[in-house]
């Protein structure tokens, strides 16, 4: 079966660090991305790793370690605008994306 | 570019009502899903369509839902008839690549009751 994990809450504080872990087991590999959706708002695209490292992309990475099927998003220099949820997605093979629950980010003053 | 339209945006109906939703995606764009997203969750693929061949519905409960993709750009997603576990969002996306990110629309909040 398919199946991705995420923490389902996480409060960090305003100019903080924070890291969103994911794992995930599927019957094959084919890219990990990261989307942030806002709340009543559909997702939008925040990253992709296909190979193993750290992307990194203004004040947000992400890293990916196939071998332990594991991946992160880092956010820098928090902002109350980052207060949202983040969906890692991955592509098993074939056509299709799988999305995990999701990790709802607050982001506290 | 415009981004992919979607309608209604939202829409009430009672059980056992028929509904449709609307999807127009990025022009261009080969690929179009329509995911379910129920609330506190993420979303859920129901039907990808490559042009407008169906390469995965395996999750699309066929005996209420349907789906078209009419001469490969605009699709539709039909639920007849209604069930109170059919409330959610529908949100439809599209990507110019198998391996590209998905582009969403703003989907259609769906109240069964």
């Known amino acids: 079966g398919q199946n991705i994990d995420q923490p389902t809450e996480m409060t960090a504080t305003e100019g903080a660090i924070v890291q969103i872990n994911c794992t995930y087991q599927t019957s094959g590999f084919n890219g990990l991305f990261w989307y942030q959706q806002h709340a009543g708002e559909a997702p939008t695209f925040l990253s992709y790793?296909?190979?193993?490292g750290l992307e990194e992309k203004g004040r947000f990475s992400s890293f990916l370690s196939r071998s332990k099927g594991y991946s992160y998003l880092l956010l820098k220099e928090l902002q109350m605008k980052d207060s949202a949820s983040y969906l890692c997605?991955?592509?098993?093979?074939?056509?299709?994306?799988?999305f995990g629950a999701g990790t709802r980010l607050f982001v506290k003053a | 570019e415009a981004g992919v339209a979607q309608s209604p945006r939202y829409k009430i109906i009672e059980k056992r009502q028929s509904v449709a939703f609307w999807c127009n995606p990025i022009s261009g764009h080969a690929t179009l899903y329509w995911y379910q997203q129920i609330l506190g969750q993420g979303p859920k693929l129901l039907i990808q369509?490559?042009?407008?061949?169906?390469?995965?519905d395996s999750q699309l409960p066929k005996d209420r839902f349907s789906a078209e993709r009419l001469k490969g750009v605009d699709s539709t997603l039909k639920i007849q008839p209604a069930k109170l576990e059919d409330s959610a969002v529908y949100l439809c996306?599209?990507?110019?690549?198998?391996?590209?990110?998905?582009?969403f629309g703003n989907g259609t909040r769906l109240t069964v009751t």
């Open positions: 997605a991955v592509k098993p093979g074939g056509f299709k994306t799988i």
């Open positions: 996306a599209s990507s110019p690549a198998l391996n590209s990110p998905l582009h």
């Open positions: 790793n296909v190979l193993d």
């Open positions: 369509f490559q042009n407008n061949g169906v390469v995965d």
